[in-house]
């Protein structure tokens, strides 16, 4: 009930916020708050090829923003979030069963200040997301399940806000999130990430081509708390932190990130592919 009471309070702000806007716009181009580059969970449309194991990733997902403004105090948007994160499993013939996937949806508040090279604001998202093993976790021959893992219900709801900083196209974030319900109902109720990112303002090679990186720490509260790395680089051809199409390298240490395999450890290294839209 305080969630929802929360969120309606945040409708009416932004609704009051929009009378008082100079200039507002529909389904602006980009998103006001670019994708944190080595967050998990983030809008991503392409793939992971894992170099060590037997899986890939594939990401079907976006997020848009439905109203952008600006006032004195600086740029406000309000969007809504759409995300799939599915892991297949690599086959002989070139089959890729799907073994699980993971749904989230929600919306998110945004706010941004331009001042020379600095940049500050934050991300506030309201989600849901709910885990879930596919037809390609059953082996038919067998009539099992790969690796004696059986469906469980997961699945929660949050509340998560981003403040940020940024400078010469470097940008350090921090994430603070409440769970307000979870199943299974064991698990903690808050989790914390830190982490940065880097977009060069200059190409390399060719015009529109430039290098990015970034890091992301997340302390997850699981039965106990424990910490996930992600550590990803690349290249990417079009707009710095805007639209193009990625080539990255990416390497995770830590809890699966897919909610079926939350308690296992994952180490792995990758390399990917992602449409920037």
Do not use: C
Not at 81 to 88: A, E, I, Y
Request: glycine residues 8%; hydrophobic residues 40%; aromatic residues 20%.
């Amino acid at each position: 009930m305080r969630a929802k009471n929360s969120f309606l309070f945040l409708i009416l702000i932004t609704a009051v916020s929009l009378k008082a806007q100079t200039r507002g716009e529909f389904f602006p181009k980009n998103l006001l708050v670019q994708p944190f580059v080595a967050n998990i969970f983030e809008p991503r449309l392409g793939f992971d090829f894992h170099a060590r194991e037997s899986s890939l990733e594939l990401n079907i997902s976006n997020s848009i923003e439905i109203y952008r403004f600006k006032n004195a105090l600086g740029f406000f948007s309000f969007g809504a979030d759409l995300f799939t994160f599915t892991r297949l499993r690599r086959e002989a013939k070139f089959h890729f069963p799907v073994d699980a996937v993971d749904y989230l949806f929600g919306v998110n508040f945004s706010y941004l200040k331009k001042e020379g090279n600095f940049i500050q604001g934050f991300r506030l998202r309201f989600s849901h997301i709910s885990a879930h093993f596919a037809d390609g976790h059953f082996d038919n021959y067998t009539h099992t399940w790969h690796g004696n893992r059986t469906p469980i219900v997961y699945s929660r709801e949050f509340v998560e806000l981003t403040p940020f900083l940024g400078w010469n196209n470097f940008r350090f974030y921090l994430t603070v999130a409440y769970v307000y319900h979870i199943d299974p109902d064991k698990l903690g109720r808050d989790y914390y990430q830190l982490g940065f990112d880097y977009h060069s303002g200059r190409s390399i090679f060719i015009k529109n081509l430039r290098p990015f990186f970034g890091y992301d720490f997340r302390l997850n509260h699981l039965e106990n708390y424990t910490g996930n790395h992600s550590l990803k680089a690349g290249l990417k051809f079009g707009e710095p932190r805007g639209r193009g199409i990625s080539v990255f390298l990416n390497y995770f240490k830590g809890n699966s990130f897919h909610g079926e395999y939350y308690n296992v450890k994952r180490t792995f290294f990758s390399i990917g592919l992602n449409l920037d839209i």
